[in-house]
């Protein structure tokens, strides 16, 4: 009988020795730990951490050092991140990415403050190039030198032999010398255009600048960007945006880095996720395109537009401009033509984005939205308005009420709360740049830059939407202030609704068990610091996929 219990003892120990084994051995050894940190997650059910394992490009645990502790192996490697704050990685809803990436090493207009200077500037750009190269982008602002639009007379004795095309920032006006006019056969007797503008001298020459449906007439004479010009803009990009935290873009831009970043990923030099538009007018295209989507390259959203801008008075409005009686500016689109297109791509189940800027273009444009809804039944289709800057009252409820993603860039409003009164008037400011009120409709926000129209920053993006101080320093208490929102109402702005906007809430957009492991690691806690100061805070490193891709302390991109 001892003998028998003895045996029995000796199983029972056996048996709990080897479940013990058995249950060490389920632990998965992580590639990566990331420990000692302060992670703001995103996710509600879980919403801050210490720590998290990574294996291969996934988050395999999260929480406190102790728990994650026991996925360290041998071959894992560990990143002590000395207390420092960990957002999940931005994703910038609203890039232009091939012509931002191209803006890198032309002539920079931006901050241009008088017409010497941007004349100065171009001029010495010029003297670097041989005769027949183009310079292009550029991104200047009228309204640093009084709002005085620049002439072709300007520059042309600088550029006798370089055609010249360069975009105001908010790209709806563009400057063309008297040489890029000559190469695409414009001159007195080129007639106007339907819903563009070709500025014209007393003596009807036209002076250089083009507005909205106009700017194509040089726009397509320009020389397409050739294989090796795109992937270096593309690479510039991709290092400029991992410099910022940002590890997913929405791609915009009508130049297409579809094909380029699939090259690149061929090579395994892709760092940057994107999600990559085309013209709504291709839609066709789209709709017999092989979709082969992958976390890393997506494809399938349409870009359209109602308006241009309100910088250059071509963005629609119900009543006129303040400073321009009779002037409503104008849709480029029309609504019956939007309407069809957006009726076809989205019974192709394609999904789709429309510019509208002005308060008519909006309300447009939901109208338009609620007719297909209406037509073709509901789903999960998650159609956005890219900028929404001015909305009717009446009309902000529309975006929660039909789930219209309110897709906006809030760098803007500290750079147009300089000037935007004088142009639109006290009580349609009141809705410029909305971004409580939406919040408050329940409406879903994403949040994006524009780049290169404005900084490629989500931090500068959070604090502009977090104290809407703008650029001149007159406003310390912030623009229309009521506006304003919370650090970590615009920290999901940036990462979870990003993700949700582009159908990738399930492996992006929040630090989780499950989805994928881009990140950034930075100099301060955006949720324990005042807004004011969060300009000041600066990317340390960021991680796409569980690998480094940007290192501060060795100014590196990899």
Known sequence: MPHTKTTLYLKTVFLLLVLTLISCEKVRKADLIVTNAVIWTGNEKQQTAQAMAIDSDTIVAIGTVEEINKYK?????????????????????????????NSLSSVALRDAKTPEEFAKRISDYARKLQ???????????????????????????????????VYRLDGHMILANSAAMKFAGIDKNTADVKDGTIVRDKE????????????????????????????????????????NGVTTVHDLDSLSSYKTAKRLKKKDQLTLRIYSSRPLNKWIEQANADLKNSKWLRRGILKGFVDGSLGSHTAAFIDSYSDKVGDRGFLITDPKTLTEWITSADKANLNITVHAIGDRAVRSILSIYEK????????????????????????????AELGIIASVQP??????????????????IKTTYAFKSLLDANTIVAFGSDWPVAPGSAILGIYAATTRRTLDGKNPNGWNPEQKITVEQ????????????????????????????????????????????????????TYVGGKKVYDRSNKKSY
């Open 73 to 101: 192996g041998k071959k894992t490697k560990i990143v002590d991140a000395n207390g420092k704050f960990i957002t999940p990685g931005f994703i910038d809803s609203h890039v232009h990415l091939l012509q931002g990436g």
């Open 131 to 165: 005769p027949g190269e183009w310079i292009l982008e550029g991104n200047w602002d009228h309204t640093l030198w009084g709002g005085t639009l620049p002439t072709k007379e300007w520059i042309d004795k600088y550029t006798p032999d370089n055609p010249v095309v």
């Open 204 to 243: 009807g020459n036209p002076t250089g600048i083009f507005k909205s449906n106009a700017m194509p007439l040089m726009l397509n004479k320009i020389p397409e960007l050739t294989r090796k010009q795109k992937e270096a803009a593309l690479t510039a990009a991709m290092k400029y945006f991992a410099a």
């Open 372 to 399: 297909v809804i209406n037509t073709t039944g509901k789903r999960d289709r998650r159609f956005r308005v890219e900028h929404a800057q001015h909305i009717a009252v009446s009309d902000i409820p529309k975006f």
């Open 411 to 428: 760098y803007h409003a500290i750079d147009d709360g300089r000037w935007a009164e004088g142009v639109i008037g006290t009580e349609r």
């Open 490 to 541: 615009a920290l999901t702005a940036y990462t979870k609704t990003g993700a949700y906007a582009s159908f990738d809430e399930k492996i992006k957009g929040t630090l989780e068990v499950g989805k994928l492991a881009d990140f950034a690691i930075l100099s301060q806690d955006l949720t324990k610091i005042e807004p004011i100061k969060i300009k000041d805070v600066y990317v340390l490193k």
